[in-house]
């Protein structure tokens, strides 16, 4: 529950509208406000603080650009302290379940569906099979502490039993451990897209709301292909990063 707001300082050189967010950013890392908790209405949040409602609402925007607020319309909603966003590093190749122990959450994954297809063109060229050979298609939905934040879907080569296999973990902990396979290089594009109806429904969504799309081809040690993925990553509760450097000449 917010607590009593600050005097707010005139005169400073600090608008208004700064302060409002550094005491709500306050609040939250102090544990005062937590994910899914909701502010006060902004007639009464306005009031307390002692500002116009047009002062209060450039703060809550700019929360909300950052991620730090949800603001949802109609009688039921209101300003709500979203989750924390996750960040995801792309840069050493880290599977999704990796990545969730990095940022100290569990993973889970909720298997839509699980099939052996014939190879859709893209994946049969990222996969380096004849268009409509046959491949594993395994399609999932990724939590982190039971909130969805990705919608998966891989194919694999036609490897023996893989969907004999718990589906539910580490994919790449699985081609590594029963097939030698493991991912260790790839090719990944970035793309933002909008939710169509179905994948809202399952990330929990609205239609329309924006996505990230990463295509990627992943390869073993010895540049086999072992999956073509298309992975969508809600970016309200997902932060995508990538490090880089500069590479050193070769010596003369």
């Known amino acids: 529950m917010v607590g009593i707001p600050p005097e707010l300082e005139r005169g400073t050189g ?8 550094r005491w709500l950013l306050a609040s939250i890392a102090g544990g005062e406000l ?40 109609g009688r039921s909603g209101g300003a709500f302290v979203a989750e924390p966003r996750i960040e995801c590093d792309l840069t050493g190749l880290a599977g999704f379940t990796e990545q969730m122990r990095r940022a100290h959450l569990r993973a889970e994954a909720r298997v839509l569906g699980a099939a052996t297809v014939p190879a859709p063109a893209a994946a049969a060229t990222a996969l380096g099979v004849a268009a409509g050979a046959p491949v594993h ?22 490897l023996p039993g893989l969907l004999d296999q718990d589906l ?3 994919l790449y ?10 991912p260790r290089t790839a090719v990944e594009r970035l793309d933002p897209v909008i939710a169509r109806p179905a994948e809202a429904a399952e990330l929990g969504i609205q239609p329309g709301t924006p996505l990230m799309l990463i295509e990627r081809t ?18 309200d509760r997902v932060r995508i990063s990538v490090r880089s450097g500069v590479r050193e000449p070769p010596a003369p």
Do not use: K, N
Request: proline share 8%.
């Open 14 to 21: 600090v608008p208004a509208h700064v302060q409002i967010e």
């Open 34 to 73: 937590a994910p899914g908790d909701r502010l006060p209405g902004e007639r009464e949040l306005a009031g307390r603080l002692g500002v116009s409602r047009m002062t209060l609402r450039q703060a809550l925007a700019s929360l909300e650009r950052d991620g730090v607020l949800l603001r949802v319309p």
């Open 137 to 158: 298609e395994v399609a999932r939905v990724r939590s982190a502490g039971r909130s969805p934040v990705a919608l998966e879907r891989s194919w694999f080569p036609a």
């Open 168 to 170: 539910t973990g580490s």
């Open 173 to 182: 902990a699985l081609l590594a451990a029963r097939y030698d396979l493991e």
């Open 218 to 235: 992943a390869y073993a040690g010895d540049g086999t292909p072992v999956e073509y993925a298309l992975d969508l990553f809600r970016p």
